[in-house]
T-cell receptor, first 115, second 112 residues
């Protein structure tokens, strides 16, 4: 079974631009979560989706948004990029949400650099 | 709010020694506690987890203990090897949701 995939793997943008990142979960997984990883703040939860519905959202500004499609693939969007948005963005998938089988498998991440 | 504290931030040991990393969580509703290992430039990978109805779990050289009353959980690695060198993250989760609250990470360096 293929693992979680994320595209693109690397991205360079300038301040004020917007960016869309994509995540394809493991086949059969219906839950996708997104995390931001930075040296200063560590791993921070952005949002989680299940069956195309956002179930939970972290403490990030409204510039950060996401969605999930009927095939469970998910995208996140960051508008009006700031230098501080430079980070590794990780998505994780799991079989279902809120059950005992809740091991989350991480993708390789998208490294976003904002200049 | 939800918070997970992790100590130490760095840990250097000699090959063959044991390593212990400790975490404390704040949310009483947390009932699932995974540990992830992240090697440089790679994705976090689950190495062991424990649920709140269990006090200890072991998998070969790795063990995790949980004290629900004190809201503490710890990772124990015995007979450390150079390939154990990585950053280790603890996390806490309320299985009503998928959200993981991570600790700040421990950089483990195992010297030959």
């Amino acid at each position: 079974k293929a693992g979680v995939t994320q595209t693109p793997r690397y991205l360079i943008k300038t301040r004020g631009q917007q960016v869309t990142l994509s995540c394809s979960p493991i086949s059969g997984h219906r839950s996708v979560s997104w995390y931001q990883q930075t040296p200063g703040q560590g791993l921070q939860f952005l949002f989680e989706y299940f069956s195309e519905t956002q179930r939970n959202k972290g403490n990030f500004p409204g510039r950060f948004s996401g969605r999930q499609f009927s095939n469970s693939r998910s995208e996140m969007n960051v508008s009006t990029l700031e230098l501080g948005d430079s980070a590794l963005y990780l998505c994780a998938s799991s079989l279902v949400a809120g059950s005992a089988d809740n091991e989350q498998f991480f993708g390789p991440g998208t490294r976003l650099t904002v200049l | 709010g939800e918070n997970v504290e992790q100590h130490p931030s760095t840990l250097s040991v000699q090959e063959g020694d044991s390593a212990v990393i400790k975490c404390t969580y704040s949310d009483s509703a947390s009932n699932y506690f995974p540990w992830y290992k992240q090697e440089l430039g790679k994705r976090p990978q689950l190495i062991i987890d424990i649920r709140s109805n269990v006090g200890e779990k072991k998998d070969q050289r790795i063990a995790v203990t949980l004290n629900k009353t004190a809201k503490h959980f710890s990772l124990h690695i015995t007979e450390t090897q150079p390939e154990d060198s990585a950053v280790y993250f603890c996390a806490a989760q309320n299985t009503g949701f998928q959200k993981l609250v991570f600790g700040t990470g421990t950089r483990l360096l195992v010297s030959p």
